[in-house]
């Protein structure tokens, strides 16, 4: 009996990983595979390891002949970019990965194979891109708050004070009227400001208050929210993965974060709801899933769970789609742009994070937060 397979506790490191991870000899006899593995290949371990990784290449002949060669030591790495079949139905498309094949330490037959997904490796580049952007951002917008507040606050104290200096009996009736609705503009745009300037504030104010948290109440709650201000034309589904367990959170945040990602999405299919399309109403889903071996802003978590919220509307402007979460940006006349900038700001201060796909028909916003 091989001994690997006796004793493969030497590997159980490489179940910590999220990338694909395979030992094999230099014919492609599989003699380890790790959990991540498993789970792409939706296949369990015992069954890929009875099989030759070969198998599984649309090219197996470059795989072989770079595997045969790092096992000869005629180099000590050598990397590429292959197709991994995930099943032999012909309707099944390939997974584009980057292939990694590496020697063993202390072993001659024996050869490390990692496997990338290429769009998981497009995925943490952007979601590092976006870490970046959204701390840089934040940090220019606080900075850019605190430096607009103090003057609004003289604009609007010299505002009154003219007011009070403009009496009819002083400058006359007339005048006076008419110099009032200015002074009231001054005052009204400035309280305006300053309303804006405390919605950019506000989620660096308040203490979190940590407690115990189950994600399906706060989806419950979300929802019983957006429908009563829908309450008709709007179909909001629920597919929840009730395994989750409940994490340590600040309860009230996470409902205005989510609240924030599901009242975005309806306000983009407001069309659909008034159009009221029985055959295909607007729908938003709420899905929770659990997910293993996630990297958050550079942090490895061994569990995290996801929240799906995903519509059927037109999806994000092309145009935005790489800034909807900076302040201010909006895909919609009147919109603010602060919704989605506060529910990325909470998810960073549990620790997670939040990001987007859409296209026309499918917009998909995911919030990720790591699970003890």
């Known amino acids: ?163 009070l200096e403009l009496q009819p009996n002083t400058i006359g009736p007339e005048l006076s009227a008419e110099l009032a609705e200015y002074t009231e503009v001054i005052i009204h745009e400035v309280d305006r400001l300053q309303s804006l300037v405390d919605r950019l504030l506000a989620p660096h104010r ?31 589904k629920r597919d929840y993965d009730i395994s989750l367990p409940d994490f340590r959170g600040d309860r009230e945040q996470l409902i205005q974060a989510v609240l924030n990602i599901v009242q975005n999405a309806a306000q983009a299919l407001q069309q659909r709801i008034a159009d009221a399309d029985a055959q295909d109403p607007a729908c938003i889903t709420l899905r929770t899933r659990v997910a293993r071996q996630v990297t958050i802003g550079k942090q490895r978590w061994r569990l995290a769970l996801e929240l799906h919220v995903e519509d059927n509307g037109p999806g994000v402007p092309a145009e935005i789609r790489d800034r909807i979460f900076y302040p201010l940006v909006s895909g919609r006349d009147g919109g603010s742009g602060l919704g989605l900038t506060l529910a990325q700001t909470i998810a960073q201060q549990h620790q997670g994070m939040l990001d987007c796909e859409s296209e026309p028909g499918r917009t998909d916003f995911r919030m990720t937060l790591p699970l003890p």
């Open 1 to 163: 009996m091989n001994p690997l397979r006796r004793d493969p506790s030497g590997f159980e490191a490489f179940d910590m990983l999220a990338t694909m991870v395979a030992v094999v000899r230099p014919d492609g006899e599989c003699l380890f595979a790790n959990a991540a593995f498993e789970n792409v290949m939706r296949l369990s371990r015992r069954a890929v390891e009875r099989s030759n990784l070969y198998d599984w290449f649309a090219d197996a002949g470059r795989l072989s002949d770079t595997v045969t060669g790092v096992a000869r030591n005629a180099y000590s790495s050598s990397r590429f970019d292959a197709l991994l079949r995930r099943s032999n139905l012909p309707q099944e498309l390939p997974l584009p990965v980057h292939v990694i094949v590496s020697q063993m330490d202390n072993s001659e037959d024996q050869v490390l194979i990692e496997l990338i997904e290429n769009a998981q490796q497009t995925r943490q580049d952007r979601e590092e891109r976006t870490l970046d952007q959204v701390q840089a951002t934040k940090e220019l917008t606080r900075n850019l708050a605190h430096e607009i507040k103090n003057p609004l606050g003289g604009i609007r104290g010299a505002a009154q004070l003219l007011a």
């Open 206 to 236: 308040h203490a979190q208050v940590v407690g115990d948290v189950n994600i399906h109440e706060i989806c419950e709650r979300v929802r019983q929210l957006t429908l009563v201000e829908y309450p008709r034309g709007l179909l909001i």
